[in-house]
């Protein structure tokens, strides 16, 4: 019997990890205003950082759809950072912000979090939920360029990514090597996903609905 999975994200990487594994989910945007979440959290650790954000989205999106009565499956949240110097990076959003961060952090290496949350909505109903974080250590290039950033950085693509980096895109070349599920540093650790799916006493092939 197959279960819908439902991606509480606009991620283009995680919806593009989960399709390449034979999960197409039901994208749907969770509109969390994760600043301010985080805000009314108060200091946490990176693990417990992601994992709220991602639960709130999570949350948000399974509450719209069981009120609208238009769900049956699983949802899933999903939230990531880069821990580096003791610090976390989310989103630079901004080009200065990404060109400050690489300048920073070529050379040298640094974690990526991804948090998870995981509700069963089966049936219309929210019912159990679970989570946690994965990570991975990031080992940069320690030969970038100034010009290369520059380059870099004008595709936009850093902009609106954890850490101003990707593994499955542009910044791929940039990166000596991962230490970890490098699914985590895309955004969703794929194997962790599967425990969490079988834990709620779902099989992880009954989410399988993309045809090769």
């Not at 969770?30 to 985080?38: G, L």
């Amino acid at each position: 019997m197959r279960v819908r999975l439902y991606l509480a994200s606009t991620s283009p990487a995680r919806l593009a990890t989960l399709r390449a594994v034979g999960i197409d989910p039901a994208p749907v945007p969770s509109h969390v205003d994760e600043d301010a979440v985080a805000a009314a959290a108060g200091p946490l650790a990176p693990d417990d950082y992601v994992t709220l954000l991602a639960r709130a989205k999570a949350e948000a999106v399974a509450t719209r759809l069981v009120e609208a009565g238009d769900i049956d499956g699983l949802v899933l949240g999903g939230d990531s950072a880069f821990v580096i110097d003791g610090r976390i990076h989310g989103k630079p959003h901004l080009p200065e912000t990404a060109r400050e961060r690489w300048r920073a952090q070529r050379g040298r290496s640094g974690v990526l979090h991804s948090g998870h949350w995981l509700i069963d909505a089966r049936g219309g109903q929210i019912g159990r939920a679970i989570g946690g974080a994965t990570s991975a250590v990031v080992h940069f290039a320690a030969d970038i360029t100034d010009d290369e950033i520059d380059a870099y950085i004008a595709t936009g693509e850093p902009l609106e990514v954890a850490g101003a980096f990707t593994i499955d895109s542009r910044g791929a070349g940039f990166i000596d090597r991962i230490e970890g599920d490098p699914h985590t540093v895309v955004g969703l650790g794929v194997p962790y996903l599967r425990t969490l799916v079988r834990q709620l006493g779902v099989e992880w092939t009954s989410l399988w609905n993309v045809e090769h």
